[in-house]
């Protein structure tokens, strides 16, 4: 959940999960995702979302296709949305920088760095 994008080699990250299943195994996969139908990432020079060590963001069609060279059959995005400040907010218990600190005050259509602003994914993929 939410940590392909942090690996510097996501297929191999994937290939090191699909030979850690058994045979017939399933993999649910929750990620950042950009917006967009091309089969591309995004690799931020520093930061994506004021976040460090983000490698690449890739569109939901990437991933699919990460997940398919890595050895997944079956690949299912089951859930896209853009992310919102009501799945990631100020509370009483987190009071630091939340998602509407990361985006553009101008664009919220955009990051502070001026990628395009995430939208979350959610896939099931299995070993066969």
Known sequence: MGIIYHRSSPVDT??????????????????????????????????????????????????????????FKD?????????????QRKTDWMQFESYSDFLDPCDPGKTIEGYPAPD???FLARTN
């Open 75 to 87: 690949i299912d995005l089951f859930c896209q949305h853009p992310m919102s400040s009501a799945e």
């Open 14 to 71: 994937l290939r090191d999960v699909f030979f850690s299943l058994k045979n017939g195994g399933s993999l649910i996969l929750e990620s950042q995702a950009i917006p967009g139908t091309e089969e591309v990432a995004i690799f931020p020079d520093k930061t994506y979302a004021k976040v460090p060590g983000t490698y690449f963001v890739p569109t939901a069609r990437c991933l699919n296709n990460w997940l398919s060279r890595a050895g």
């Open 120 to 122: 979350r994914v959610f």
